[in-house]
């Protein structure tokens, strides 16, 4: 590493940069923070919404879904295997569905806000074939200001998912389910 | 009101009757606008090809001209843009901000100046509107698809007005037809190309006469219209607008 | 060869040419949509300007300052001049690890430093995992878009490629079933990857965490199986607080892509305890496009892309026209920064229509700085010498009343008289390849005005008609 660049870097920055303008406040600009909204922007874009009827419901309301699930983990579930930040990658691998606490719903976009701490491990919403993140409806926020302005810090590492993992790269057609989860579905309680 | 009459170099040579009519039809609105014959250009080719320096004779020459007129009507919006935007290099005189202040596009003056907004007479053909990009995006005379769905603005509103009108609705309706100035022959290809598929877009929803506001944007397209052989009239709004019949 | 020449061999294929029209008039028409249902979007675009505007205004503090709170956070920061300091740190660390596989997500700063001939020349396998970048590496190509890199490919020809490199069926061209073989393929890179390698949307001064944005999961995916993480990221990219995300995120995908966000908007902030987070700030240019009062608001760039999509000229010419990392209007402000001489006709692959202007989420006043590039690239001599002398001649004319009447009469005079042929001969007359010549009148404007009776000296007030 070189610190001759760093500081020649700062130099020219300071040297070059212009005269100081103010830094602008960001209003919040209020919005629509229903689970409507989420449940019709979510699905718009891939995902989907299922309301569950109370935490205890989450078991049934799982087998419903995916009655072929193959290999499911979840802090929610007490018959979850356990995976924390030491377990292999070849075990993470074979998840078939991960049933994670999501933090944060944001209304406009259909994203969750899912912090470090409720994924088991950081590659699990990624690296399992299905995702599904568990939300308090009262947690949904009209936009993006909101939902930062409530995040206390963002952990070592947190990401606002918005629907299956997708890609457009082939000729702009939407292909969803790309190199993460090929589905998500949000369970609103 | 003193109102001089800038007729753009390639208009005056090229399509005087535009000239004809853009003076007759402020007479008719009340508007006496005389013509300063010693007017040549706002000098936007050489600028826009990067040699800006070589133009400031003319911005300067151009200065002198209209600096005695209350406002200086063009029918091209281009030009005026050039004017109002690129005049900054001059030194701010009380003169260059004036002409800088005063120039208008010929619409624009008969909407926001002489507030305009309805004219009598009758055109009976299905009409596509060309909405040129300076006009557009650099004056602000109708509204873009970049920031609104809502199709409005100065000439629409004034072609709406005419009986018996009806408006092409285009499938993009202000992509940019190409003509770019200097770029219609340092990037030919690309610059016919974009015409080819600004004309097919009147053709495909069934203009039978083009017109815009700012004739350099139609003497390009009339170029590919005409090289085509289509079924298509382009005329300058200011032909229209005064009363011409198709 | 210069843009202009590019472009002639793109539009070869007229058919090909209306289908990369098409295909992205369809996403500009998508972000449309997406800009329509947010009724403060653009004030959503004054305050991001705005934001990003102060950032330049103090960046050699918030740099500090980011730095500060990233070493905090135990993450390692490098510091790289150019594109080769760069390169030379992201080896060392790589080799310091011992690693030979590497994946990548995408970042554009990566692609400008041309990191990836370099680490395969110092016998390290670098494997892009953002499906566009694999199908394109697959290729040897370059990106010829920064959001959507293959957009220039068709399903057949990406079906082709693949084919070859990863055993699809010959034929093969259904989108799902290419992206799944990709899938497939990339899920083995992943889950061998030593070190990932990943760009940034945002580096946030207050947090000194960077957010990576995609739709496919891959920079998460990547970055959390890997022992190390690498983000690469300009001095441009820092933003000052963590709620100015707000802004920028629902910028984003909405001027990419029309999306209301993207997939993963992901925070990176520490490490996990036995693994390494480095982050490498790269010059490469940009403090010199600071110093430069009329272009640097092109550092204001997120790269959306929104700029290329409208693009008229970059719809049909396609991205390797520009023939540098960032095409498109947005490339062809910030390319000549690098090599005046090299990317001299960028600035005039535009018909300065604005709309890149306005559809840029943090208000770059592009068209004007195309403008500007043009006037510098003038005074520089970096312009055709034919155009040069011939604007010189037409400035002498066109000051000059006498001079230019004369003039306009002898070329419509010329017109009249010359055969088509002659007048509309290709070789001679760029124009009138593709359209005809106007046909010359016989009386220029000014000469009709000369023989009508003067209007009379105090010209009445203007009168509404009734």
Known sequence: MSTASRDRILAATKANKPTETSLPTVPDFGGEATAERFTAVLTGI????????????????????????GRTVSPLLATSAAVDAHTPTEVLAGIDLAVLPGEIGVAENGAVWLPEA??????????????????????IVATMHQAYAQLPNTGGYGAFIAGPSKTADIEQSLVIGAHGARSLVVLLY | MKVALFVPCYIDQFYPQVGVATLQLLEKLGVTAHFPAQQTCCGQPLANSGCEHDALPIYKHFVETFRDYDYVVAPSGSCVYHVRKHFDKLDQTADVQHVRGSAYDLIDFISTVLKVEALPGAFPHKVG?????????????????????????QLRRLLASLDGIELTNLNRNDECCGFGGTFCVSEAAISARMGQDRV???????????????????MHLEGIVRRARLPIKVMHAAEILNGLTA | MNHATRADKFLLDADRTTWHDETLWFVREKRDRAVYAVPEFQELRELASGIKDHTLSRLDLYLREFEAAAQANGVHVHWAADAAEHNAIILDIIRQQGATRIVKSKSMLTEECHLNPYLIKHGIEVVDTDLGERIIQFREEAPSHIVLPAIHLKKEDVGETFHIHLGTEKGESDPQRLTEAARQHLRAKFLAGQVAISGVNFAVAETGGVVVCTNEGNADLGVNLAAVHIACMGIEKIIPRLTDLGVFTRLLAR???????????SHFTKPLPGREMHIVIVDNGRTQQLGRPDFRASLKCIRCGACMNTC???RRSGGHSYDFTVPGPIGAILSPNIDMKKHSSLPFASTLCGSCTDVCPVKIDIHTQLYKWRQVLGEANEIPASKKWSMKFMGRVLASTRVYGLGGQFARRALRLLPHSLTHAKSMNAWAVARELPEAPRQSFREWYAKQPQPVSSPPQPKVPA
């Open chain 1, 118 to 139: 409720n994924m088991m491990h950081r590659a699990l919403p990624t690296i399992t074939q299905h995702l599904v993140l568990v939300l308090d409806h009262r947690r």
């Open chain 3, 255 to 265: 001027s990419a892509t029309g999306q209301p966000v993207t997939t993963y908007t």
């Open chain 3, 312 to 314: 008229p000229v970059y």
């Open chain 2, 129 to 153: 509107l060309h909405l040129s990009c300076h006009g557009q995006r650099g004056l602000h005379q109708a509204n873009e698809s970049e920031m609104t769905p809502v199709r409005d603005g």
């Open chain 1, 46 to 69: 891939g995902g989907s919404v299922v309301w569950l009827d109370g935490l205890a419901q989450l078991e049934p309301t799982l087998r419903q879904l995916f009655p072929a699930a």
């Open chain 2, 200 to 218: 097919a877009d009147h053709v495909l929803n069934g203009t039978q006469v083009l017109t815009g506001s700012d004739m350099s944007c139609l």
